[in-house]
């Protein structure tokens, strides 16, 4: 059980572009979902945390408008980055909580390269 | 603000006991967990602990917990070179909007 899917699993794309990555609690209710990067060798930097109905909590440094944040339903969010540029190349990864247990379910990321 | 330290190398031979270690700050910690990240994939959780508990075992993982010294151990015996990976330690607080914190992860390299 708690089982997490993302897709894609991996993207290229051209700078300027959107691109969009779905997260996918598979057999459970998601009410929390957290999306992070990792940068090569680095730790995980979460980036935001969404709550199911809710509008998404950015952490600092974090651009909002740039890393639209969906959650629609117990079970889908979504993370779009909009305009990408090479910068935001990286590994993205995320995961999910439901009650009322905590522990976070990770998917198995999506690596985005932007040429 | 609360911090999570591992150290960041540890090499073992196959079949010997890796022990990897962690200090963290939070005294408010409720969970701490231990996840496993091998190259290019996401997060496996590996295993848990509450913090009123001092150790839990599972097959061949010990987690040790001293919470006087807020200090936590993975032990793995008989290591295999499938265990080669990245630990990262994680601890959580109830108040803190289910967020985790982080360590920056252990490199595990298991020689034959």
Known sequence: ??????????VI???????KIECRSLDFQATTMFWYRQFPKKSLMLMATSNEGSKATYEQGVEKDKFLINHASLTL????????????????????????????????GTRLLVL | ???????????????????INC???????TYLYWYKQ?????LQLLTYIFSNMDMKQDQRLTVLLNKKDKHLSLRIA???????????CAEHNAGNNRKLIWGLGTSLAVNP
Do not use: M, N, W
């Open chain 1, 13 to 19: 794309c051209k700078s300027g572009t959107s691109v």
């Open chain 1, 1 to 10: 059980g708690a089982v997490v899917s993302q897709h894609p699993s991996r």
């Open chain 2, 38 to 42: 091998e190259p290019g994939a996401g």
């Open chain 2, 23 to 29: 200090t963290y700050t939070d005294s408010s910690s």
């Open chain 1, 77 to 108: 969010s979504t993370l779009t980055v909009t305009s990408a540029h090479p910068e935001d190349s990286s590994f993205y990864i995320c995961s999910a909580t439901g009650a009322p247990q905590e522990t976070q379910y990770f998917g198995p």
């Open chain 2, 1 to 19: 603000g609360e911090d999570v330290e591992q150290s960041l190398f540890l090499s073992v031979r196959e079949g010997d006991s890796s022990v």
């Open chain 2, 78 to 88: 008989d290591t295999q070179t499938g265990d080669s990976a990245i630990y990262f």
